[in-house]
């Protein structure tokens, strides 16, 4: 009997993990990457290779876009189900009509 205890302990304590888990949504890594763009000199090209796709794009400027990351771990072995906030950026791009950056703006809004 203790045998079968002690091997379903074993099976049951393996299956459960202690590490973070960890969700993304968006550009990993927002804060390297945009590090990599220099005004007036980065293209619309050279942001589609560095950053992808934006997430968004403005609906009044269509040369306005967004990028958004979002990273969400779990609080706590303890607390299933609950989710802690780790980073949630904001980056607003602005290019004009030659495709040449000339605005950039990185929100921090996990405060």
Same mark, same amino acid.
């Given at each position: 009997? %203790?045998?079968?205890l002690?091997?379903?302990?074993? *099976?049951?304590t =393996?299956?459960? =993990?202690?590490k $973070?888990? !960890? !969700?993304?949504?968006?550009?990993k890594?927002?804060?390297? !990457?945009? =590090?990599?763009?220099v005004l +007036?000199?980065?293209? #619309?090209? $050279?942001?589609?290779?560095? &950053?992808? @796709? @934006? #997430?968004? %794009?403005?609906?009044? $400027? @269509?040369?306005?876009?967004?990028?958004?990351?979002?990273? *969400? =771990?779990?609080?706590s072995v303890?607390?299933?189900?609950?989710? %802690?906030?780790? #980073? +949630? +950026?904001?980056? *607003? &791009?602005?290019v004009?009509d030659?495709?040449?950056?000339y605005?950039?703006?990185?929100? $921090?809004?996990?405060?």
């Amino acid at each position: 009997m %203790k045998k079968i205890l002690i091997l379903t302990i074993l *099976v049951i304590t =393996s299956n459960c =993990s202690f590490k $973070d888990v !960890k !969700k993304t949504h968006g550009i990993k890594n927002l804060n390297k !990457k945009s =590090s990599k763009l220099v005004l +007036n000199a980065t293209n #619309s090209n $050279d942001i589609l290779n560095i &950053l992808g @796709p @934006p #997430s968004t %794009k403005s609906e009044l $400027d @269509p040369n306005t876009w967004i990028y958004i990351e979002r990273k *969400v =771990s779990n609080s706590s072995v303890f607390t299933i189900g609950k989710e %802690k906030l780790a #980073s +949630n +950026n904001l980056l *607003v &791009l602005k290019v004009n009509d030659r495709g040449i950056l000339y605005e950039m703006e990185l929100y $921090d809004l996990t405060k």
